[in-house]
Protein backbone atom coordinates (compact mmCIF):
# COMPACT_ATOMS: atom_id res chain seq x y z
CA UNK A 1 0.00 0.00 0.00
CA UNK A 2 1.02 3.66 -0.80
CA UNK A 3 0.65 6.66 1.40
CA UNK A 4 -2.19 7.42 3.17
CA UNK A 5 -3.86 11.03 3.20
CA UNK A 6 -5.61 12.74 5.66
CA UNK A 7 -8.51 15.47 4.76
CA UNK A 8 -8.15 16.73 1.06
CA UNK A 9 -5.89 20.42 1.69
CA UNK A 10 -4.79 19.30 5.58
CA UNK A 11 -1.47 18.51 4.73
CA UNK A 12 -1.34 15.53 6.70
CA UNK A 13 0.39 12.82 5.11
CA UNK A 14 1.67 9.64 6.58
CA UNK A 15 4.03 6.75 4.72
CA UNK A 16 2.24 3.57 6.38
CA UNK A 17 4.20 0.92 4.14
CA UNK A 18 2.66 -2.83 3.96
CA UNK A 19 -0.24 -3.04 6.68
CA UNK A 20 -0.70 -5.95 8.11
CA UNK A 21 -4.17 -7.49 7.32
CA UNK A 22 -5.07 -7.42 11.10
CA UNK A 23 -3.64 -5.17 13.52
CA UNK A 24 -1.38 -7.01 16.20
CA UNK A 25 -2.34 -7.35 20.00
CA UNK A 26 0.40 -5.13 21.95
CA UNK A 27 3.41 -6.46 22.57
CA UNK A 28 2.91 -8.82 25.63
CA UNK A 29 3.66 -12.02 25.74
CA UNK A 30 0.49 -14.52 26.51
CA UNK A 31 2.66 -15.18 30.11
CA UNK A 32 2.19 -11.85 30.92
CA UNK A 33 -1.62 -10.79 30.10
CA UNK A 34 -3.90 -12.15 32.78
CA UNK A 35 -6.46 -14.46 32.67
CA UNK A 36 -9.16 -11.78 31.79
CA UNK A 37 -6.80 -10.36 29.55
CA UNK A 38 -6.55 -13.37 27.74
CA UNK A 39 -10.33 -14.60 27.57
CA UNK A 40 -10.96 -10.77 25.81
CA UNK A 41 -8.61 -11.37 23.52
CA UNK A 42 -9.74 -14.66 22.67
CA UNK A 43 -13.39 -12.99 22.49
CA UNK A 44 -12.54 -10.56 20.16
CA UNK A 45 -10.74 -13.01 17.76
CA UNK A 46 -13.29 -15.43 17.20
CA UNK A 47 -16.02 -12.27 16.30
CA UNK A 48 -12.82 -11.15 14.03
CA UNK A 49 -13.17 -14.52 12.59
CA UNK A 50 -16.65 -15.80 12.76
CA UNK A 51 -18.74 -12.67 12.99
CA UNK A 52 -17.28 -10.27 11.42
CA UNK A 53 -17.13 -11.76 8.03
CA UNK A 54 -21.11 -12.52 8.25
CA UNK A 55 -21.96 -9.72 9.69
CA UNK A 56 -20.19 -7.36 7.30
CA UNK A 57 -17.66 -4.50 8.31
CA UNK A 58 -19.27 -2.27 10.07
CA UNK A 59 -16.76 0.49 12.15
CA UNK A 60 -15.53 3.64 10.09
CA UNK A 61 -12.04 4.13 11.91
CA UNK A 62 -8.52 2.33 11.86
CA UNK A 63 -7.93 0.60 13.68
CA UNK A 64 -11.23 -1.54 12.99
CA UNK A 65 -13.10 -1.30 16.59
CA UNK A 66 -12.57 -5.09 17.23
CA UNK A 67 -8.50 -4.55 16.25
CA UNK A 68 -8.94 -1.46 18.55
CA UNK A 69 -10.82 -3.44 21.71
CA UNK A 70 -8.05 -6.21 21.42
CA UNK A 71 -5.05 -3.17 22.31
CA UNK A 72 -7.13 -1.75 24.73
CA UNK A 73 -7.73 -5.28 26.76
CA UNK A 74 -4.29 -6.36 25.67
CA UNK A 75 -2.91 -2.58 27.42
CA UNK A 76 -5.02 -1.97 30.02
CA UNK A 77 -6.36 -4.93 31.34
CA UNK A 78 -9.93 -6.59 30.76
CA UNK A 79 -12.04 -3.77 32.51
CA UNK A 80 -10.67 -0.74 31.31
CA UNK A 81 -10.12 -1.78 27.84
CA UNK A 82 -13.59 -2.84 27.94
CA UNK A 83 -14.44 0.60 29.03
CA UNK A 84 -12.51 2.04 25.74
CA UNK A 85 -14.32 -0.58 23.33
CA UNK A 86 -18.04 0.37 24.70
CA UNK A 87 -16.68 4.23 24.63
CA UNK A 88 -14.75 3.72 21.00
CA UNK A 89 -18.38 2.27 19.74
CA UNK A 90 -20.88 4.90 21.62
CA UNK A 91 -18.57 7.65 19.87
CA UNK A 92 -17.25 6.17 17.04
CA UNK A 93 -19.40 8.37 14.20
CA UNK A 94 -18.51 11.78 16.55
CA UNK A 95 -14.75 10.91 15.70
CA UNK A 96 -15.30 11.41 11.83
CA UNK A 97 -15.51 15.21 12.95
CA UNK A 98 -11.87 15.36 14.97
CA UNK A 99 -9.42 12.78 13.22
CA UNK A 100 -7.76 12.46 9.90
CA UNK A 101 -8.86 10.39 7.26
CA UNK A 102 -6.83 7.57 6.02
CA UNK A 103 -6.94 4.73 3.18
CA UNK A 104 -6.67 1.42 4.56
CA UNK A 105 -7.88 -2.07 3.66
CA UNK A 106 -9.28 -0.54 0.33
CA UNK A 107 -11.56 1.70 1.69
CA UNK A 108 -10.93 5.58 3.86
CA UNK A 109 -11.30 5.45 7.32
CA UNK A 110 -11.11 7.46 9.76
CA UNK A 111 -7.45 7.31 11.73
CA UNK A 112 -8.59 7.09 16.00
CA UNK A 113 -5.53 4.62 17.33
CA UNK A 114 -5.84 3.23 21.01
CA UNK A 115 -2.80 5.95 21.72
CA UNK A 116 -4.92 9.05 20.95
CA UNK A 117 -7.53 7.93 23.60
CA UNK A 118 -5.54 6.48 26.19
CA UNK A 119 -3.70 10.03 27.30
CA UNK A 120 -5.71 10.21 30.89
CA UNK A 121 -4.47 6.97 32.11
CA UNK A 122 -1.10 7.93 32.58
CA UNK A 123 0.05 10.44 34.64
CA UNK A 124 2.21 13.89 33.46
CA UNK A 125 5.72 13.07 34.35
CA UNK A 126 6.19 16.99 34.63
Known amino acids: MGP ?40 MTFFIQYISPVDGDRCPCYPTCSDYSRQAIAKHGLLVGGVMTFDRLLHEGDEVHRVPRVRVYGTDRYYDPLENNDFWWYKKSH
Open 4 to 43: ATGWPGSGWEVHWGEIAERDPVPAKTPEVLGWGQRVGIQL
